[in-house]
């Protein structure tokens, strides 16, 4: 590796050079998904915000596109969605060229400084060319709230149940719907959150949409929200809510609040590394996943970490669930089915007793140990921890596991290389509390070079975390304290990306 590209992963998106921050505009047209994200072409800390763009056919490889959206005399482009406007409803484009319509946060810098009402307010821009160039529209802002600081991040959508465009975005502690019949005209629908999940930060980047439950005919509305500081491990973090909405308002479900009363919120992730997630507008009906994807830092340090000619990486796209079990909601999430059209070439092993304190489960004379899709089954947990890691020969190690005793999954980065750049990186392993107890739990893990991103019990609980070793990573291995416990059906999987 040279050194510069040293910590680049080898298939998390990042940008060619320069700063990258939330991903924005996401949709899916004519056989590709689109991803816009929050850029800073000038350098590698954020500046004025440009919309980058890149496309993919299959959400795991991505090819950078010229710069989309640049800031202009109104502001800054921050984040926000995109949609296919298929009826036309807009008027920007035709039934046969359908024009791609996006909504972003202006944020004017001059009226930041002056501290004059009005600094964020929300323009559209519409696209011809399926997303590559795009105009604005001559009558922006199209959706303003002067006296209300942080507004912004609108995340539009379109509401098969109602039938009209929705609009969800963030206004400081809580979120404001709009509904729309043509894209330009937005009429506020009521609000949500006051006093309501977490508040330790200001909220950020919602995301909000119906999704049927697995199993069932029922379908819920999932209101997603970015929150900033105040996450559960510190720094920013990405929330979620289930409930009901009528077409202007969204009422939480009953049990759900007794859950997150009792949990100080419920996280898409726990890990320090996905924030700012939305998901993909304009999936087909056939398709009907639920698709998403987040930014793979945090604000606590990601103008710091060490790369030097980018800096940050998207999480791999991930499907969501919702789930209901024993009157509970869960999100859970895992990475999209495409990544499997990646897979080398695996290592299986059907039943390993763990009788040691310590087990190599495999070493890199096997395996590259930096772009892998491991997945097993742990049994006969007992009130132990279970610690897997990642090795390299500089001692670098980046840990992750289940601590049976405090009842915690965790992910421990204190020793995985290059800690110097932040001090908020580090200070404490990362812990997402189990929801009930168990014997027996499925774990798939999702390794690059400079991250892992770890899923239990098919992804409702999930961490993901960077890391940044002085060379790639060589063993994986397993130790526990005092129990036996078996690993069952383990496979390793080699993703190949050339
Ligand atoms: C979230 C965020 C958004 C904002 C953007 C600016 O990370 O703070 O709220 O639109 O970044 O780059």
């Not at 040293?6 to 921050?21: D, E, G, I, V």
């Not at 070493?363 to 006969?380: A, E, G, H, P, Y």
Request: aromatic letters at 14%.
């Amino acid at each position: 590796y040279t050194e510069e590209e040293l910590y680049r992963p080898n298939f998390h998106f990042t940008p060619k050079k320069a700063w990258m921050n939330d991903p924005n505009g996401m949709f899916y047209y004519n056989g590709y998904y689109h991803l816009y994200f929050q850029h800073y072409p000038d350098s590698t800390v954020w500046g004025p915000m440009h919309w980058g763009h890149a496309i993919s056919t299959d959400m795991v490889t991505w090819t950078e596109k010229p710069i989309a959206i640049y800031p202009d005399e109104k502001g800054y482009i921050f984040s926000g969605s995109a949609v296919v406007d298929l009826q036309n409803t807009s008027g920007f484009g035709s039934l046969k060229n359908p024009p791609i319509v996006a909504m972003f946060t202006y944020h004017d810098p001059t009226k930041e400084k002056t501290k004059e009402p009005g600094i964020q307010s929300q323009g559209i821009a519409y696209s011809l060319d399926e997303g590559l160039t795009w105009k604005k529209y001559e009558k922006n802002p199209v959706v303003e709230f002067p006296s209300i600081k942080d507004f912004r991040d609108p995340k539009m959508t379109w509401d098969n149940i109602h039938k009209q465009w929705l609009m969800v975005l963030a206004a400081g502690d809580k979120t404001i719907f709009y509904s729309s019949k043509n894209l330009k005209d937005w009429t506020m629908l009521s609000d949500f959150g006051k006093n309501i999940g977490a508040h330790g930060g200001v909220w950020e980047c919602p995301d909000f949409f119906p999704m049927m439950v697995e199993g069932s005919d029922e379908y819920k509305w999932v209101l997603l929200l970015s929150i900033n500081p105040g996450g559960p491990n510190g720094g920013s973090a990405t929330q979620y809510f289930v409930g009901d909405f009528d077409g202007k308002i969204f009422k939480l479900d009953e049990s759900f609040s007794k859950d997150i009363n009792g949990q100080k919120g419920l996280w898409i992730d726990y890990g320090r590394d996905n924030y700012a997630g939305v998901t993909w507008s304009n999936i087909s009906e056939t398709d009907g996943r639920k698709l998403f994807m987040g930014w793979m830092s945090n604000w606590d340090y990601a103008q710091k970490v060490p790369t030097q000619k980018w800096r940050s990486s998207m999480t791999v796209a991930r499907e969501l669930k919702l789930i209901k079990e024993n009157n509970h909601y869960r999100l859970s999430s895992v990475p999209v089915r495409e990544l499997q059209n990646y897979v080398a070439n695996t290592i299986k092993k059907e039943a390993l007793k763990i009788t040691d304190k310590k087990t190599v489960l495999i070493d890199k004379s096997s395996i590259d140990l930096t772009r892998l899709d491991i997945q097993f089954t742990l049994r006969n947990l007992k009130k132990d921890i279970y610690t897997f890691s990642l090795c390299n020969s500089s001692d670098n190690n980046i840990s992750f596991g289940i601590n049976k005793k405090d009842k915690y999954f965790f992910i421990d980065r204190k020793k995985s290389g290059d800690l110097s750049f932040s001090d908020a990186f580090a200070k404490q392993i990362s812990k997402a509390p189990f929801t009930e107890d168990f014997d027996k739990i499925d774990v798939r893990v999702i390794v690059d070079k400079t991250s892992i991103e770890v899923f239990y019990d098919n992804g409702k609980t999930v961490m993901t975390e960077i890391f940044f070793p002085e060379k790639p990573m060589e063993t994986f291995s397993v130790t526990k304290e005092k129990f036996d416990f078996t690993i069952e059906n383990l496979t390793i999987n080699q993703l190949n990306f050339n």
